[in-house]
């Protein structure tokens, strides 16, 4: 419990404090990735918060070009990233990069292969010109700043962009983001948790307890174990119902009802039974395994009072109201 309570310490600064500079490991993106290989085909993907002189998601990208069939990759970033990952210096330019695929044959992408093109702005992911780039594009897969994650998926849906994004697990509690996964228009993606090993790090960041280590090309990383995958994707994990095997009548002393709604508390998603009919609150680590044929979301958190769902007089952590579709 101290563990985690200094982990999202870590995230609360950083939201705070508006210090995002969060790097996803290559090996965390390989890893979720190979999931949607049948979305990009013959797609323009476009990583909007990322330096492309050293992201890890331009790597991928550009190094899988012709395995995932892409038509273009583009990817942009704020100004003050420049060729040092952390240097705190602003860069005099903004830029952007397209890559249209491998010229030569080598199957990797060259410098002379890749367009360095100047921004007249900055480069931040609300400019006109990041719009722009963001019209053109079918797929946006990036880490966008934590601070700013509501402003930026609102950005996606305005647009309508297929998108995979990191955010932090407690991102599914803003009621923008629940809303769509309610209306079926996200959902989460296959890891999260210890799922995302850690995010590369400045090496001045203010730490609080969290899990810390050195790879081998000098990065400090820092594992969160608290984020997850975002995505409008479909996966075969939406699609697979979750395996009941505890039972409601009979062990009903374990279901507690809560005080403002008609609905029992369910205090881990593996001891959700499988007799229940009615309503029942779930961990939001529910959404994890949430396939849509098999349950339907009813409401997030409050009961009908619109406080916050209570057990005598007690308010679980955020929990999820939810009805079996299938008794």
Not at 100 to 118: F, M, R, S, W, Y
Not at 164 to 176: D, H, Q
Not at 206 to 228: K, M, P, Q, S, Y
């Amino acid at each position: 419990m101290i563990a985690e309570k200094t982990l999202n310490r870590t995230l609360h600064i950083a939201k705070s404090s508006k210090k995002d500079e969060f790097y996803t490991q290559l090996s965390d993106i390989e890893r979720e990735l190979k999931h949607y290989k049948e979305h990009f085909e013959n797609k323009v993907v476009f990583c909007n918060c990322d330096d492309p002189r050293n992201s890890n998601f331009f790597k991928y990208f550009a190094y899988n070009f012709e395995s995932l069939g892409l038509k273009k990759l583009i990817t942009t970033c704020y100004k003050n990233q420049e060729t040092d990952l952390f240097l705190e210096e602003e860069s005099e330019k903004a830029v952007f990069l397209e890559y249209n695929g491998d010229l030569n044959g080598n199957k990797i992408p060259d410098a002379e292969e890749i367009g360095v093109k100047p921004l007249i702005g900055d480069g931040d992911f609300r400019s006109r010109e990041s719009i722009e780039l963001l019209k053109q594009s079918d797929i946006v897969v990036t880490n966008p700043p934590f601070s700013l994650f509501r402003e930026y998926v609102d950005q996606l849906v305005k647009y309508d962009k297929k998108f995979l994004i990191i955010g932090n697990i407690n991102a599914i509690t803003y009621k923008e983001i629940f809303k769509l996964i309610k209306d079926n228009k996200a959902w989460l993606g296959i890891n999260m948790g210890r799922g995302i090993s850690g995010f590369i790090v400045p090496k001045d960041y203010e730490l609080f307890g969290t899990e810390t280590r050195i790879d081998e090309d000098g990065n400090r990383i820092v594992a969160t174990n608290n984020c997850l995958w975002l995505t409008n994707l479909d996966t075969f994990r939406r699609h697979e119902d979750i395996v009941l095997t505890k039972k409601y009548y009979g062990n009903e002393i374990e279901y507690p009802k809560f005080d403002n709604y008609d609905a029992i508390n369910v205090n881990k998603t593996q001891d959700i039974p499988m007799d229940y009919e009615g309503v029942m609150g779930v961990p939001i680590t529910f959404l994890h395994k949430f396939n849509p044929e098999q349950f339907e979301l009813i409401k997030f958190r409050k009961g009908n009072d619109e406080k916050d769902l209570s057990v005598n007089g007690k308010c679980p952590y955020f929990r999820i109201l939810v009805k079996n579709k299938k008794i």
